[in-house]
């Protein structure tokens, strides 16, 4: 089976409640950020977070998603990983999908490293007999040695983001979404995270990957899709992305 | 899939699949709720074992009741109460108390309600045992009655769908999610736990006659006192839960996609 996500035309509105639209549209005006607000009825303001997506991204693909606070990174993301369901538009996937999208979600901050390792596992629908297979190498590539005994409320943003991606990393997965926190992790992290990712794609795999860390994109990707004010700004390899992001400049 | 409604039986039938899932998951959240205290999830019997001795001294003490008569019916009163009431109050959190779970993975919607059907059952097996140790201990124990098992099957039913009605408005609207534990103290007081329907002037009878709830209570308690339940108690909550299945069905189908952005 070839593994693809392709999306057509897709729209998606947040629905933000209970606030004064009143007050949020005039705060647009001075907004730097964002996307596209409107007013919906009554108490309630949408705001037009991804607009006319289309986008394919197919099996050996490392794609990064690009662009400043606001421009729809994450949204895109939790639209590929099923989690918002677009307004208008059709998704279409075929794979497996793992989605890391906030740094702590799934993990219980009360319990160690390793019981974590082994909820992260019951998540992705694993048998305690497979988790139990792939701790040591989850472990050795977390790279926490004795710090998994300990309670994961005493780790750091950068450890708990080695932890994830292990577990991650770790379990086969058709196509894996990772939001920015990849990058808390430090330079010797973040470089052996994209060796892991590249043996991924070699195994003809899906990487969606949203980052601000231009180096990491040049490192990991091998296409870029960037995004601004909920729009697709630039789509392309990455080499295509350097040269636009230097003209940009110039 | 494109109908509103067949998606939201596509819902349903993805969440029966994941059975595996949140059967463990539960079990895990019931778990870490006691993590660093001894008694671990024994907590919950506690109490039921508090209430039912504290109803010792004041039913007995302030309103002469014979209470070696009536307090196995008010101790099971009370357990089949803690399934069929207490699950409401607990409901509104259903999709609040996951936000996290469901802004970082794609689960149907029903698995949330499943999960909370889990916990709920869980809770009640636990107390179940200690109702049974108290019995035994004070000599009262009766031997259930064979219909425990579908009443039981049926209030799950009942949790469940109750659990879409209440979550779905109480994530969009959050007066009503804390509305709920009020409205729950308030049916607790009109439903038969610690009083029985005769004891009620016969003019508002009705409270009891016409209330689901109590249907509900009665359904459980008549097998834990080891007799079978009467047939009205069966025909009112078949009754209920089909009027539930088909309200949380419509409320599934229209408002599946928007849930997620309430969180």
Redesign the interface.
Known sequence: MTHQIKLTNVDLD??V??LRSQSLRSAVFNLAVGGRMYKAAGDVAAVRALSEINLEINEGDRIALVGHNGSGKTTLL?VI?????PTRGELSIDGD?T????IG??M?P??TGLRNIH?LG??R?LSRKVIDSRIDAIAEFSGLGDFLHLPVRTYSAGMQARLMFAVATEFDADILVLDEWLSAGDAAFVQKAGERMQRMVEEAKIVVLATHDEDLVQRVCNRVCELSGGRIAFLGSTEDWVAYRAAAAA | MSSPLMAAFKDVGDAIRLAPLWWRLGLDQTASRFQRSILGPFWMACNLLVVAFALAFIVGGLMGVNLRESYPQVVAGLLAWSLVGTTIAEAQAIFLYNAGLMQSQRLPLTFYVFLHAQKAATNFLTQLIAFWAMMLVLGRFAAPHWTLLPAVALVLLSVCFLGFIIAIPSTRFRDVAYMMSYVVQLLFYVTPVFWTRAQMSPKYRWVVDYSPLAHQVELLRAPLTGHAPAAIDWLWSLGTVGAFALIAIALLALFRKRVVFWL
């Open positions: 947040y629905y409640y209970s939790k990983a099923g989690i918002y369901h999908i989605s890391m999208i906030a979600a799934g219980d009360e319990a909820k019951m998540m629908r």
